[in-house]
């Protein structure tokens, strides 16, 4: 095991980092092998950049700072891009919510910031398993298939942990591999016209949130919500509203309104809070003030392995 560190830096701002909130939307659910929580709180996390794979250790090194510690080739290109991935240059002046549960979601959670790594279709290919399935169900086929085709992470890892597959390899993985890590062809279609064209997907994080949508949603298969949920991840876009999400619209509904909501209504309620549509869903997340009743029954799990 390795344990030189690679490259080490420490980030601070002039407002709270909230490390946890903000990193939050990295793991892919228990188990994911790309990120793993340590109980003294570190975040690890194993990705790949241009310059070679990455394991990266962030910890909260107080209100307002960040210490990074980093292995593997991507190492220094991972702590010269830290202060663009937690946003730190993000200005929220203009962010003013009416509605009380979020006005005070953003006071008690300042250090929330937006998500910006920066790599597309590391984002992509997560989102794209999660269309029109359970979470449960699209998180289980992100850990088959990354264990089995992800390379061994860099670094003194807490558990061994894997990096994601690169868009050739997303590509060349065989029908039966997706069938067997329970991902329908319609999905497993998508991620293979995405892997081809992954060089043209990833010019999305150089351009305005309305061409980086368009541009991913030219690929069939991938719509408005697959695109916001990359978005969410890689491009730091405060707005990235998740529009056709099974949950969303009845939660923001009934957490803002006290009765369900559908999508079109969501837009146009959420609308005066544009451009941070998103900022103000993950407040709500973070707070614990986001509430759906539960009632009526689940939509079955569906295990496509069997068939």
Not at 56 to 77: K, N, S
Not at 152 to 157: D, F, H, L, R
Request: glycine share 6%.
């Amino acid at each position: 095991m390795d344990t030189r560190i690679d490259a080490a830096r420490t980030v601070s701002a002039d407002r709270p980092i909230d490390l946890a909130g903000t990193l939050a939307p990295l793991r892919r659910g228990a188990g994911d092998p790309c990120h793993t929580t340590t109980p003294g709180g570190a975040h690890w996390h194993a990705s790949r950049l241009p310059t070679g794979p990455v394991t990266y250790r962030l910890t909260q090194a107080g209100p307002c700072a960040v210490d990074a510690r980093a292995w593997g080739p991507g190492a220094a290109e991972f702590v010269d891009r830290l202060p663009a991935m937690l946003c730190l240059d993000e200005d929220v002046a203009d962010f003013d919510p009416a509605h009380p549960l979020i006005a005070e979601a953003h006071r008690r959670n300042p250090g929330l910031r937006m998500l910006r790594t920066g790599l597309v279709f590391e984002a992509l290919a997560p989102a794209i398993l999660e269309q029109r399935v359970h979470t449960v169900s699209a998180r289980a086929s992100w850990r088959r298939l990354v264990s089995k085709f992800g390379d061994p992470a860099p670094g003194p890892t807490p558990v061994p942990m894997r990096v994601p597959p690169p868009p050739q390899t997303w590509r060349h993985i065989p029908s039966w591999e997706y069938h067997r890590a329970n991902v329908d062809p319609q999905r497993s279609r998508t991620i293979v016209l995405a892997a081809r064209i992954a060089d043209k997907l990833e010019q999305a994080a150089t351009m305005d949130p309305v061409a980086a949508s368009r541009r991913l949603r030219t690929v069939a298969g991938i719509g408005v919500w697959t695109a916001a949920e990359t978005a969410q991840r890689a491009l730091g876009d405060p707005d990235a509203l998740s529009v056709g999400d099974f949950h969303l619209a009845a939660t923001i509904g009934w957490t803002l309104l006290g009765r369900p909501i559908d999508d079109d209504a969501m837009v146009e309620y959420l609308e005066p809070l544009r451009p941070h549509r998103y900022r103000a869903v993950r407040l709500l997340e973070i707070s614990g003030r986001a509430r759906k009743p539960k009632f009526g029954p689940r939509t079955p799990l569906v295990d496509i392995t069997r068939i």
